[in-house]
């Protein structure tokens, strides 16, 4: 009920959001305020008079690591019966005050109101020097809460904007809670899949990133925090796994993309794979140019094909295969202009075109290769398809590759990223992933990568040569392979019936308790 109250008197400032986190101190517990940078941000400005300061932030990591850890032993300070002989004190709180005050002071301000909360010696220590409640309560003996919030609002007032960071620390121990740093609330994390009839009192300003991001959209995020949250306290976590796990299939003028999202934990890390696969039901020139125009980013507006989600923010699929595809694409080109031009939808002819079944076209190789199974010998040229790649600013592994598929697409292409996210969101890992700005980069120990995609599909390597490693093969789940049927309609299609409707299948949500009542089922994998 303590944390209620807190809750409850917190100032709403407009600039709430912010904080100050520095990865010199990765011990700490993790900060949640997605629009701002956990690291680089600016130090507190509070008044040198106030002896809890942030000001200085370079004292040691493993001092406050060692702090918090001794404070956790304090509850026995405050329950220990009166009759025992010996109180066990913790040696913190037989400090004066002044050296008390001296080594808490290179706290966060976040830092220093939760650890107010752990007993009351703690509170009057922390507050001794802070900031007084309002003196119109008339009330000598105000709650600690009030003098929390006065503390707040000072902290506030300097531009240090602690009020989020302290509901984000708290929020760590509401294991079925999290804090919006839109709707500045703690609320259901299921709340962002519901209906605004059954939750009135989502924020409008609960806006999520960029339709382009790659990241999960926001409700997912909040549901991963709350996975991780469980898994780190030792509580059932396992049924929310479901929740992530699932497929959107989505087909228009007669292109499909299927996405699919899958989580894992490996060790202490939080994994994702999404697989996109994008498929013609028309083999042509045309086709394979739409799907380039697809891996474009941004796509152009003129032309209407389903969505590709992008490798991450600092790569894209066009950058990265582009010259691949322009080898693919620009011979089959029919338009008289210079190579410098770009193409239209005019260049290519509609005419069957079965990259596939030409006689030693790449394509047709690769997907010779996979149905025999081959091992990918060193003498091979190698063509980035099947190759799997990094990114050497964030934690992503990625894959383009070919699969054959059932009819009417029989083969289509498949888009693979797996993204690793640390032990819980907003850490080192976590941030890269997020918006571009300065000093979220995450520098990765191996340039050639391809330990994230090991760890997510417990690829080994080759016994012959530790150097090699087991080749990745893409798959489609025989469930995910019906899906792209929609129900009869892939044979209804493959006999020229019903080609070009457009249909999209995908998990449904109940807007009563926000959630999915149909979700992927999980693989012994996944937990």
């Known amino acids: ?65 060692s702090l918090v850890a001794e404070t956790k032993q304090l509850v026995i300070t405050t329950s220990a019966p009166i009759e025992q002989p010996e109180r066990k004190v913790s040696k913190l709180l037989q400090l004066p005050q002044e050296l008390f005050d001296e080594i808490t002071k290179y706290l966060l301000p976040a830092n220093i109101l939760v650890l107010a909360l752990v007993n009351k010696e703690l509170m009057a ?18 709650p600690s809460w009030k003098a929390l919030n006065a503390y707040i609002k000072s902290m506030d007032s300097a531009k240090t904007k602690v009020r989020g960071s302290f509901l984000s620390l708290l929020d760590y121990d509401l294991l079925d809670m999290v804090y919006c ?29 960029a339709p382009d991001h790659h990241m999960p959209p926001r409700a997912t995020r909040k549901l991963l925090r709350t996975i991780t949250k469980r898994r780190a306290h030792g509580a059932e976590y396992r049924h929310l796994l479901q929740q992530v796990n699932n497929t959107v299939t989505t087909y228009q003028n007669g292109i499909l993309s299927q996405t699919s999202l899958r989580i894992r934990f490996r060790e202490e890390s939080q994994m994702l794979r999404r ?27 003129s032309i209407s094909t389903p969505k590709v989600y992008r490798i991450c923010n ?21 338009g008289e202009h210079p190579e410098t031009e770009s193409h239209t ?60 598929l059932p009819p009417p697409f029989n083969w289509g292409f498949v888009l693979t990223t797996w993204l690793d996210l640390g032990k819980i969101d907003f850490s080192s890992k976590w941030d890269s992933h997020r918006d571009l700005r300065p000093g979220r980069e995450y520098k990765r120990k191996h340039h050639t990568h391809g330990d994230i995609c ?67 089922p999980l693989e012994k994998e996944d937990y």
């Open 181 to 209: 740093y839109k709707c500045k609330k703690m609320h259901d994390p299921f709340i962002s899949f519901k209906d605004r009839a059954y939750a009135p009192r989502k924020s409008s300003r609960c806006a999520d990133w």
């Open 454 to 520: 090991d760890k997510f599909e417990d690829l080994t390597p080759m016994a012959s040569s530790s150097k090699q490693r087991e080749p990745f093969r893409p798959r489609i789940s025989k469930l995910n392979q019906g899906r792209m049927g929609n129900f009869g309609w892939g044979k209804r299609a493959a006999a020229g019936k019903d080609k070009y409707i457009t249909w999209s299948s995908g998990h449904s949500c109940d807007p009563a308790t926000g959630w999915i009542p149909d979700p992927d």
């Open 345 to 404: 939808p005019a260049c290519f002819s509609r005419d069957t075109c079965d990259m596939s079944k030409q006689e030693g076209h790449v394509i047709a190789e690769r997907l010779k290769k996979r149905s025999l199974a081959a091992k990918r010998q060193p003498t091979d040229v190698p063509t980035l398809l099947g190759d799997v790649l990094g990114c050497d600013k964030c934690t992503t592994d990625f894959n383009l590759d070919v699969v054959a």
């Open 1 to 65: 009920m303590r944390i209620n109250n807190h809750h409850g008197s917190s100032s709403d400032g407009e600039q709430d959001r912010d904080r100050d986190h520095d990865h010199d101190h990765k011990d700490l517990p993790v900060v949640d305020n997605d629009d701002r940078s956990s690291i680089g941000n600016s130090d507190s400005s509070a008044s040198p008079n106030t002896i809890m300061n942030s000001a200085n932030m370079n004292g040691s990591a493993t001092a406050i690591t």
């Open 125 to 142: 220590r922390f507050m001794h020097s802070a900031p007084k409640p309002d003196p119109s309560d008339d009330d000598d003996a105000a």
């Open 275 to 301: 697989q996109q696969v994008v498929s013609s039901i028309d083999k042509t020139a045309l086709a394979l140019w739409l799907f380039r125009q697809q891996l474009l980013d941004p796509a152009p507006a």
């Open 314 to 334: 600092h790569l894209t699929w066009d950058n990265t295969y582009g010259a691949f595809f322009d080898r693919l694409t620009a011979p089959l080109c029919n």
